[in-house]
Protein backbone atom coordinates (compact mmCIF):
# COMPACT_ATOMS: atom_id res chain seq x y z
CA UNK A 1 0.00 0.00 0.00
CA UNK A 2 1.41 3.56 -0.63
CA UNK A 3 0.37 7.04 -0.69
CA UNK A 4 0.64 8.57 -3.90
CA UNK A 5 -0.73 11.60 -6.51
CA UNK A 6 -3.08 10.96 -9.56
CA UNK A 7 -1.18 12.31 -12.80
CA UNK A 8 -3.26 10.97 -14.92
CA UNK A 9 -6.14 8.63 -16.90
CA UNK A 10 -5.68 5.31 -19.12
CA UNK A 11 -8.28 4.48 -21.60
CA UNK A 12 -8.49 0.69 -23.27
CA UNK A 13 -11.16 -1.12 -25.34
CA UNK A 14 -9.43 -4.51 -26.14
CA UNK A 15 -8.58 -5.57 -22.34
CA UNK A 16 -9.62 -8.71 -20.40
CA UNK A 17 -13.43 -9.06 -19.24
CA UNK A 18 -11.66 -8.06 -15.34
CA UNK A 19 -10.87 -4.74 -16.55
CA UNK A 20 -14.59 -3.57 -18.25
CA UNK A 21 -16.40 -0.55 -16.67
CA UNK A 22 -13.53 -0.24 -14.74
CA UNK A 23 -11.75 3.67 -14.61
CA UNK A 24 -7.91 2.89 -14.25
CA UNK A 25 -6.04 6.19 -12.91
CA UNK A 26 -2.35 6.52 -13.28
CA UNK A 27 -0.95 7.13 -9.54
CA UNK A 28 2.82 8.14 -8.77
CA UNK A 29 4.36 6.77 -5.28
CA UNK A 30 5.01 9.67 -3.56
CA UNK A 31 8.45 10.70 -2.75
CA UNK A 32 9.93 11.20 0.59
CA UNK A 33 13.16 12.61 -0.53
CA UNK A 34 12.90 14.26 -4.19
CA UNK A 35 16.47 12.88 -4.86
CA UNK A 36 15.01 8.87 -5.28
CA UNK A 37 15.27 7.94 -8.48
CA UNK A 38 12.09 8.04 -10.59
CA UNK A 39 9.68 5.10 -9.71
CA UNK A 40 7.70 3.75 -12.73
CA UNK A 41 3.62 5.41 -12.11
CA UNK A 42 1.02 2.30 -11.33
CA UNK A 43 -1.97 1.74 -12.80
CA UNK A 44 -4.72 1.54 -10.25
CA UNK A 45 -8.70 0.91 -10.80
CA UNK A 46 -10.39 3.19 -9.42
CA UNK A 47 -13.72 2.36 -7.77
CA UNK A 48 -14.04 6.03 -5.56
CA UNK A 49 -13.72 8.71 -8.04
CA UNK A 50 -10.37 10.42 -7.37
CA UNK A 51 -9.80 13.18 -9.57
CA UNK A 52 -6.33 13.81 -11.47
CA UNK A 53 -3.74 15.87 -8.77
CA UNK A 54 -5.86 14.35 -5.53
CA UNK A 55 -3.34 12.19 -3.28
CA UNK A 56 -4.78 8.56 -2.93
CA UNK A 57 -3.81 5.62 -0.68
CA UNK A 58 -3.52 2.78 -3.45
CA UNK A 59 -3.62 -0.86 -2.07
CA UNK A 60 -2.10 -4.16 -4.13
CA UNK A 61 -2.86 -8.06 -4.26
CA UNK A 62 -5.75 -9.09 -2.59
CA UNK A 63 -6.53 -6.14 -1.11
CA UNK A 64 -7.17 -4.30 -4.02
CA UNK A 65 -9.41 -7.02 -5.11
CA UNK A 66 -11.29 -7.05 -1.85
CA UNK A 67 -11.78 -3.27 -2.41
CA UNK A 68 -13.59 -4.50 -5.80
CA UNK A 69 -16.14 -6.71 -3.83
CA UNK A 70 -15.17 -9.84 -2.09
CA UNK A 71 -11.36 -11.96 -2.38
CA UNK A 72 -12.56 -12.94 -6.43
CA UNK A 73 -9.43 -13.13 -8.89
CA UNK A 74 -9.27 -10.17 -11.21
CA UNK A 75 -6.97 -9.53 -13.92
CA UNK A 76 -5.48 -6.08 -11.71
CA UNK A 77 -3.59 -5.69 -8.32
CA UNK A 78 -3.50 -2.30 -7.89
CA UNK A 79 -6.66 -0.09 -6.85
CA UNK A 80 -7.23 2.93 -4.93
CA UNK A 81 -8.99 2.52 -1.43
CA UNK A 82 -8.88 5.98 -0.73
CA UNK A 83 -8.78 9.43 -1.18
CA UNK A 84 -6.56 11.91 1.06
CA UNK A 85 -8.54 14.49 2.99
CA UNK A 86 -5.05 15.36 5.24
CA UNK A 87 -2.09 13.66 6.57
CA UNK A 88 1.03 14.93 8.75
CA UNK A 89 4.38 13.38 7.55
CA UNK A 90 7.56 13.99 9.56
CA UNK A 91 9.75 16.94 7.75
CA UNK A 92 8.30 17.16 5.00
CA UNK A 93 6.29 20.41 3.11
CA UNK A 94 4.38 18.38 0.43
CA UNK A 95 1.51 18.02 2.55
CA UNK A 96 1.23 21.42 3.41
CA UNK A 97 1.81 22.30 -0.20
CA UNK A 98 -0.84 20.01 -1.09
CA UNK A 99 -3.37 21.22 1.20
CA UNK A 100 -2.71 25.51 0.22
CA UNK A 101 -3.11 24.27 -2.90
CA UNK A 102 -6.92 22.49 -2.16
CA UNK A 103 -7.62 25.75 -0.10
CA UNK A 104 -6.72 28.02 -2.98
CA UNK B 1 -0.50 -3.07 -13.40
CA UNK B 2 1.76 -0.42 -15.12
CA UNK B 3 1.50 1.01 -18.93
CA UNK B 4 4.32 -0.61 -20.96
CA UNK B 5 5.14 -0.33 -24.35
CA UNK B 6 5.77 -3.61 -26.69
CA UNK B 7 9.65 -3.67 -27.39
CA UNK B 8 10.12 -7.35 -28.81
CA UNK B 9 8.75 -10.73 -28.99
CA UNK B 10 11.05 -13.79 -27.71
CA UNK B 11 10.48 -17.06 -28.78
CA UNK B 12 11.98 -20.60 -26.24
CA UNK B 13 11.50 -23.70 -27.31
CA UNK B 14 13.21 -25.58 -24.85
CA UNK B 15 10.48 -24.02 -21.89
CA UNK B 16 8.58 -24.54 -18.51
CA UNK B 17 6.14 -26.94 -19.66
CA UNK B 18 3.01 -24.75 -18.22
CA UNK B 19 4.37 -21.87 -20.36
CA UNK B 20 3.99 -24.42 -23.93
CA UNK B 21 1.49 -22.19 -26.26
CA UNK B 22 1.64 -18.42 -24.64
CA UNK B 23 2.83 -15.50 -26.48
CA UNK B 24 5.78 -13.76 -24.81
CA UNK B 25 6.63 -9.80 -25.40
CA UNK B 26 8.91 -7.94 -24.34
CA UNK B 27 7.61 -4.70 -22.33
CA UNK B 28 9.07 -1.43 -21.19
CA UNK B 29 7.11 0.74 -18.36
CA UNK B 30 6.68 4.09 -18.99
CA UNK B 31 8.20 6.46 -16.84
CA UNK B 32 7.38 10.17 -16.90
CA UNK B 33 10.77 11.85 -17.30
CA UNK B 34 13.09 9.32 -18.69
CA UNK B 35 11.76 7.17 -20.87
CA UNK B 36 14.47 5.18 -21.94
CA UNK B 37 15.99 4.53 -18.26
CA UNK B 38 13.07 1.62 -17.59
CA UNK B 39 14.18 -2.13 -17.68
CA UNK B 40 12.27 -4.81 -19.74
CA UNK B 41 10.25 -7.25 -18.63
CA UNK B 42 8.78 -10.22 -20.47
CA UNK B 43 4.97 -10.62 -20.05
CA UNK B 44 2.26 -13.34 -21.73
CA UNK B 45 0.18 -12.04 -24.18
CA UNK B 46 -3.08 -12.38 -23.46
CA UNK B 47 -4.77 -10.09 -25.92
CA UNK B 48 -3.05 -10.17 -29.14
CA UNK B 49 -0.60 -6.82 -28.73
CA UNK B 50 1.54 -5.67 -31.62
CA UNK B 51 5.32 -4.42 -31.12
CA UNK B 52 4.85 -0.40 -30.72
CA UNK B 53 1.15 -0.92 -28.74
CA UNK B 54 0.85 0.79 -25.33
CA UNK B 55 -0.58 -1.82 -22.94
CA UNK B 56 -1.42 -2.34 -19.25
CA UNK B 57 0.76 -4.87 -17.41
CA UNK B 58 -0.13 -6.68 -14.88
CA UNK B 59 2.16 -8.97 -11.98
CA UNK B 60 1.45 -12.09 -9.66
CA UNK B 61 -1.65 -13.86 -9.37
CA UNK B 62 -3.26 -10.96 -11.32
CA UNK B 63 -1.52 -11.89 -14.19
CA UNK B 64 -2.15 -15.88 -13.55
CA UNK B 65 -6.00 -15.37 -13.43
CA UNK B 66 -5.40 -13.39 -16.87
CA UNK B 67 -3.26 -15.70 -18.60
CA UNK B 68 -6.40 -18.62 -17.64
CA UNK B 69 -4.43 -21.86 -17.35
CA UNK B 70 -4.87 -22.13 -13.90
CA UNK B 71 -2.53 -20.68 -10.90
CA UNK B 72 0.19 -22.91 -11.15
CA UNK B 73 2.04 -21.62 -14.21
CA UNK B 74 5.64 -20.53 -14.10
CA UNK B 75 4.49 -16.91 -14.99
CA UNK B 76 4.02 -14.13 -13.56
CA UNK B 77 3.53 -10.96 -15.92
CA UNK B 78 0.65 -10.27 -18.29
CA UNK B 79 -0.59 -8.18 -20.87
CA UNK B 80 -4.18 -7.53 -20.24
CA UNK B 81 -5.07 -4.33 -22.13
CA UNK B 82 -4.28 -2.59 -24.88
CA UNK B 83 -4.34 1.29 -24.35
CA UNK B 84 -6.76 3.58 -26.47
CA UNK B 85 -4.80 6.59 -25.24
CA UNK B 86 -3.74 7.90 -21.69
CA UNK B 87 -3.70 11.77 -20.35
CA UNK B 88 -0.70 12.13 -18.01
CA UNK B 89 0.39 15.47 -16.36
CA UNK B 90 -1.68 17.04 -18.95
CA UNK B 91 -0.51 15.28 -21.81
CA UNK B 92 -1.59 13.52 -24.33
CA UNK B 93 -0.27 9.20 -24.58
CA UNK B 94 -1.19 7.75 -28.10
CA UNK B 95 -1.56 4.23 -28.58
CA UNK B 96 1.83 4.07 -30.28
CA UNK B 97 4.75 6.85 -29.77
CA UNK B 98 3.20 7.93 -33.16
CA UNK B 99 0.25 9.02 -31.90
CA UNK B 100 1.32 11.26 -29.03
CA UNK B 101 -0.03 14.59 -28.69
CA UNK B 102 -2.37 13.62 -30.97
CA UNK B 103 -6.52 14.51 -30.03
Given at each position: ???????????????????????????????????????????????????????????????????????????????????????????????????????? | ?????VIGQVWATRKEPTLSGLRLLVV????????????TMVAVDT??A?V?????V?????AR??I?K???IGFQCAI????????????????????????
Amino acid sequence: MFLGKVIGEVWATRKVRDLEGKRLLVVERLKMDPSEAEVTPVIAADPLGADVDEYVVVAFGKAARVAFGGDGDFAFEAAIVGIVDGGQVPSKDWFETYKREKEG
Amino acid sequence: MYLATVIGQVWATRKEPTLSGLRLLVVQPFKRNHPDEASTMVAVDTIGADVGERVLVVMGRSARHAIGKGHDIGFQCAIVGVVDGAEIDGKRIGQTAADDGAQ
